[in-house]
């Protein structure tokens, strides 16, 4: 079965602080690996794609990284903000024209 | 990137009603996909629907409940039918040109039923 999951649930840092948030897929062959934000009452924002032919991809203050041999990925936010807190979704897609399959989260708060 | 508006934002309805959430993209997109998001859960996806053929339905969703058209390429809409509580929930409307482009989604329909 195709699953991703993220962890952890939810996770409090304070400004300033650069942090890691961990996406993990059960099959490694993976067509792209989408992460995206979720404010509350918002639908979702795209942040970085990873096609599966690449190591990571970088916007702005956000790194992601893809490591389909141990069915990993993760997004890395330097320097966090109070306007970083929401929740941040990752999603897998397996094949073209394939459905994205989600983790359900790790919702980010950070404090001033 | 496409921008997405769905309308209604939100709405209460009765138990028993149906409702028609309407979506439309300011660009032509081949694959559109209706998600489901209950409350403090992650999405689940309902269908897709790419335009000239017949909507596709993940298990657990049927046409009945859910039908959905796709009359053109910047088009779409979801009818959640005989409404009951457990249908609250958020529903997504979601475009994608190609599979190797990321996907984008609009602000979603807040759907409460009493």
């Known amino acids: 079965k195709q699953e991703v999951t993220q962890i952890p649930a939810a996770l409090s840092v304070p400004e300033g602080e650069n942090l890691v948030l961990n996406c993990s897929f059960t099959?490694?062959?993976?067509?792209?690996l989408q992460w995206f934000r979720q404010d509350p009452g918002k639908g979702l924002t795209s942040l970085l794609l990873?096609?599966?032919?690449?190591r990571e991809q970088t916007s702005g203050r956000l790194n992601a990284s893809l490591d389909k041999s141990s069915g990993r990925s993760t997004l890395y936010i330097a320097a966090s903000q109070p306007g970083d807190s929401a929740t941040y979704l990752c999603?897998?897609?397996?094949?073209?024209?394939?459905?994205?399959?989600f983790g359900q989260g790790t919702e980010l708060s950070v404090k001033p | 990137s496409a921008v997405i508006s769905q309308k209604p934002s939100r709405d209460i309805c009765q138990r028993g009603t149906s409702l028609t959430i309407q979506c439309q993209v300011d660009?032509?997109?081949?694959?559109m996909f209706w998600y489901r998001q209950q409350p403090g859960q992650s999405l689940t996806l309902i269908a897709t629907?790419?335009?000239?053929?017949?909507?596709?339905?993940e298990s657990g969703f049927v046409i009945d409940k859910f039908p959905i058209s796709r009359p053109n390429l910047t088009f779409s809409t979801l009818t959640v039918s005989n409404m009951s509580p457990e249908d609250s929930s958020i529903y997504l409307c979601?475009?994608?040109?190609?599979?190797?482009?990321?996907?984008?989604f609009g602000d979603g329909t807040r759907l409460s039923i009493l």
């Open positions: 629907a790419n335009q000239g053929s017949e909507a596709t339905y």
């Open positions: 990873i096609q599966s032919s690449q």
């Open positions: 660009s032509q997109v081949t694959m």
């Open positions: 099959d490694s062959a993976i067509y792209n």
């Open positions: 979601s475009v994608r040109d190609r599979t190797n482009q990321p996907q984008h």
């Open positions: 999603a897998v897609v397996y094949n073209q024209g394939g459905k994205l399959i």
